[in-house]
C-alpha cells in the first residue's frame, strides 16, 4: 500500500526544470539520478521527497505556460530491494483541454534504499 503525500510544484522556464516536492520538508540529504532527466531526492531516512524532471517542455511535450499551470501531479515512487521504480502524471490544459502526459523511470537499487511506496500528490 502506498503513502499518499501532500506536494507542490514550482516550474522554472529559464532553466527548464519542473521540481516537485513535499510540501513543509526541509530535510534533504541525498539525490540520485535515474537517467539524463529525472533526478529523485531522498531525506535522511531515506525517503523520497522531491522529484525534479530536467528539460521538463520536451520530456512531457508541453509548452512552459502549460507547465507553469498544470492541473495536477501524480508521481508514484516504488522502491523495493532490486529496484527503484518512479512514474509520474502530469495533468495541464492545451486549447481549452485537460492532457495527461506520462513520464516513467526505473533502476535497480544499488544504492541500497530502503523499501518504499510512495506517491507525490499536488491537489
Do not use: C, R
Not at 10 to 18: I, K, N
Not at 22 to 41: F, G, H, M, R, T
Not at 84 to 96: A, D, K, L, Y
Amino acid at each position: 500500500m502506498n503513502e499518499v503525500v501532500d506536494a507542490d510544484y514550482y516550474y522554472d522556464g529559464l532553466a527548464d526544470v519542473l521540481f516537485v516536492y513535499i510540501k513543509d520538508n526541509e530535510d534533504y540529504e541525498d539525490a540520485i539520478d535515474l537517467n539524463d532527466n529525472v533526478i529523485l531526492s531522498f531525506n535522511s531516512q531515506g525517503v523520497p521527497v522531491a522529484f525534479e524532471l530536467l528539460d521538463a517542455s520536451k520530456m512531457l511535450n508541453a509548452n512552459k505556460f502549460s507547465l507553469k499551470h498544470m492541473q495536477k501531479i501524480n508521481i508514484n515512487i516504488m522502491i523495493d530491494k532490486s529496484q527503484i521504480s518512479v512514474n509520474g502524471i502530469f495533468t495541464f490544459q492545451v486549447h481549452s483541454k485537460l492532457k495527461d502526459m506520462k513520464s516513467s523511470s526505473t533502476i535497480s537499487n544499488d544504492y541500497d534504499m530502503p523499501i518504499v511506496n510512495i506517491e507525490l500528490a499536488t491537489a
